[in-house]
């Protein structure tokens, strides 16, 4: 049975963004067999435990009947949220979506982000949100650009330099991290995810020290990193985000669990 689990792990990558379910696990790793089946499922869940606590995989996320889980960055998610509402909106062309319209339209485990998917695709003009009177509407960047004359695209900021030399600085720790991470999330609308580009300019730090603190934090259970998606960022976002073994896509947003 233990050397069948170290196949627990790549079963859970191959799912990628569709997950697989405890059931789907169990009936996988155990099968139909009564015998035993109480002690192969107690070994089952703390080795799935134990892979989320090394931050691997995350869940598990209930959905209708189920109990999902995911790779680390794969499955639901702000970002993946946000890319179904900025598609939605770019289907819609110069119709402006209301928010419950639009609400409604993101469908499944997705859902369940929406109010910050909506942020983010804000913050990250994306797309365009107007208001009249109490009622939000909204429209793609490109439509409120060509239709309106909008400027949607931000002048990227340069990178600081370090305000310490390596020989002088400290090694950084959660706490010099999580001020950083509330101020940036209070800048951009309170939405949890905040990119990874952000937190190494707001703290002037190397990119291999925030690396080595936020893969040791996703270890440890206290935050969450996630990958890029269909959504276009900036080449230096991308270039600041995480490479891990096994995914394709770098991890490029932060999200600490206490503050979500």
């Not at 192969?40 to 889980?69: D, F, I, N, S």
């Not at 509407?137 to 370090?162: C, I, K, N, Q």
Request: positive net charge; contains cysteine.
């Amino acid at each position: 049975m233990a050397s069948k689990l170290d196949n627990l792990l790549p079963a859970i990558i191959n799912a990628n963004d569709a997950g697989l379910t405890f059931g789907s696990i169990r009936a996988k790793f155990i099968g139909k067999a009564r015998a035993k089946a109480e002690g192969r499922e107690a070994e089952l869940r703390e080795k799935l435990a134990g892979l989320v606590r090394e931050g691997t995989v995350w869940g598990p996320l209930k959905h209708g009947g189920g109990q999902y889980y995911f790779a680390a960055g794969r499955g639901p998610s702000i970002e993946t949220a946000s890319a179904v509402v900025v598609r939605l909106a770019l289907q819609s062309g110069a119709k402006l979506l209301s928010r419950a319209g639009l609400e409604k339209k993101v469908t499944g485990m997705n859902r369940r982000f929406f109010a910050d998917a909506i942020k983010h695709a804000v913050a990250g003009r994306a797309i365009v949100e107007l208001a009249c009177g109490k009622s939000k509407y909204y429209l793609h960047r490109d439509v409120a650009a060509e239709r309106f004359g909008f400027e949607t695209t931000p002048s990227p900021d340069a990178m600081p330099p370090p305000a310490l030399t390596r020989a002088t600085e400290p090694t950084l720790a959660f706490e010099d991290l999580l001020p950083v991470y509330r101020r940036v999330k209070a800048e951009q609308g309170g939405f949890s995810a905040v990119k990874i580009f952000d937190l190494m300019k707001a703290l002037k730090r190397p990119k291999e020290d925030l690396h080595r603190l936020l893969v040791e934090e996703a270890k440890a259970g206290r935050l969450t990193i996630h990958h890029t998606t269909s959504v276009d960022l900036p080449s230096e976002v991308i270039d600041a985000g995480i490479r891990l073994p096994g995914f394709a896509e770098p991890f490029v947003t932060v999200v600490v669990k206490s503050d979500q």
